[in-house]
């Protein structure tokens, strides 16, 4: 912890000598895919650190509380073994608070490329157990897209990015190529149905939308996925440009699934993300 602490500190105070405030501010600004070699190498540090705190639900299982509905028979029955059978108090247990299971799905198609590179370093520090507001994580499901689906899971459970990125890259045999979304999920329904806990689970869909597969596969499986989770979030780069507008088939059908489009094109938006998420998902609440 020592370690990670000190190379932070390190990273920041090289961050902070190497650019002005107005290079800063820029950098934080700046596409991820307009970035020179040596910006997006230093991105894709500083991403590590940026917080994702996931929305949380009060699941069945119990622990001790003080504004509990039911009583906790078995401690109130130790304390008045302690006082000679007389209960001066009645303990409460209360619905345990834990973090909505998390199953993410990356486009690593050629338009992706460099996106998801980025994406995939910032998804594996911000959600990894022992990060800041993660670090009671529940379950996490990552998955990579293009003309195929990849189980990244085993990949994620490395504690060091580095070693996550080379993983990641020696199991996608798709990377760069197209994007054919429906029959991912065709893929991930028939082999990973499992992933999906419920209709908890939270699911991040990675993406700029531009699918070359057919809309009516699409349409099928993104109903199914809709049906079998709890909110579905499509985070789309292009979002940069101004008055962008899904028009593409692909991405029309995605957008009138997705509970809501957030965008993922910078440093900046990634350290909104968490708010953003938030409030597409209060209504939902309600």
């Given at each position: 912890a020592r370690q990670q602490h000190a190379s932070t500190q390190e990273q920041k105070i090289e961050f902070d000598a190497?650019?002005?405030?107005?290079?800063?501010?820029?950098?934080?600004?700046?596409?991820?895919?307009?970035?020179?070699?040596?910006?997006?190498?230093?991105?894709?540090?500083?991403?590590?650190?940026?917080?994702?705190?996931?929305p949380r639900y009060a699941s069945r299982r119990t622990c001790p509380g003080s504004r509990g509905s039911r009583p906790h028979w078995a401690a109130a029955m130790r304390r008045a073994a302690r006082t000679g059978g007389e209960m001066l108090e009645l303990p409460r247990l209360t619905r345990r608070d834990q973090p909505v299971p998390l199953l993410v799905l990356v486009d690593v198609?050629?338009?992706?490329?460099?996106?998801?590179?980025?994406?995939?370093?910032?998804?594996?520090?911000?959600t990894a157990p022992g990060h800041g507001a993660a670090r009671?994580?529940?379950?996490?499901?990552?998955?990579?897209?293009?003309?195929?689906?990849?189980?990244?899971?085993?990949?994620?459970?490395?504690?060091?990015?580095?070693?996550?990125?080379?993983?990641?890259?020696?199991?996608?045999?798709?990377?760069?190529?197209?994007?054919?979304?429906?029959?991912?999920?065709?893929?991930?329904?028939?082999q990973h149905a499992r992933r999906?806990?419920?209709?908890?689970?939270?699911?991040?869909l990675i993406s700029d939308g531009l699918d070359t597969g057919e809309p009516a596969a699409l349409l099928q499986e993104?109903?199914?996925?809709?049906?079998?989770?709890?909110?579905?979030?499509?985070?789309n780069p292009l979002l940069r440009y101004e008055g962008y507008r899904p028009s593409a088939r692909g991405a029309e059908v995605l957008h009138r699934h997705a509970h809501g489009m957030l965008a993922v094109h910078n440093l900046e938006s990634l350290q909104q993300l968490a708010h953003s998420i938030a409030q597409v998902l209060q209504p939902q609440r309600r």
């Amino acid at each position: 912890a020592r370690q990670q602490h000190a190379s932070t500190q390190e990273q920041k105070i090289e961050f902070d000598a190497a650019m002005t405030a107005s290079d800063q501010q820029r950098l934080r600004r700046a596409d991820f895919n307009q970035l020179s070699a040596g910006e997006y190498q230093l991105v894709q540090r500083l991403v590590r650190e940026v917080a994702l705190p996931l929305p949380r639900y009060a699941s069945r299982r119990t622990c001790p509380g003080s504004r509990g509905s039911r009583p906790h028979w078995a401690a109130a029955m130790r304390r008045a073994a302690r006082t000679g059978g007389e209960m001066l108090e009645l303990p409460r247990l209360t619905r345990r608070d834990q973090p909505v299971p998390l199953l993410v799905l990356v486009d690593v198609s050629g338009s992706m490329e460099r996106y998801a590179r980025l994406l995939l370093t910032f998804l594996h520090a911000a959600t990894a157990p022992g990060h800041g507001a993660a670090r009671n994580v529940g379950r996490r499901d990552v998955f990579a897209f293009g003309t195929g689906l990849t189980d990244l899971t085993p990949a994620f459970r490395h504690a060091d990015g580095d070693a996550m990125l080379a993983d990641a890259s020696a199991a996608i045999t798709d990377f760069a190529g197209g994007t054919r979304l429906g029959e991912a999920l065709h893929q991930l329904r028939r082999q990973h149905a499992r992933r999906l806990v419920g209709r908890r689970t939270l699911v991040l869909l990675i993406s700029d939308g531009l699918d070359t597969g057919e809309p009516a596969a699409l349409l099928q499986e993104l109903g199914w996925l809709r049906r079998h989770c709890g909110q579905l979030l499509w985070l789309n780069p292009l979002l940069r440009y101004e008055g962008y507008r899904p028009s593409a088939r692909g991405a029309e059908v995605l957008h009138r699934h997705a509970h809501g489009m957030l965008a993922v094109h910078n440093l900046e938006s990634l350290q909104q993300l968490a708010h953003s998420i938030a409030q597409v998902l209060q209504p939902q609440r309600r």
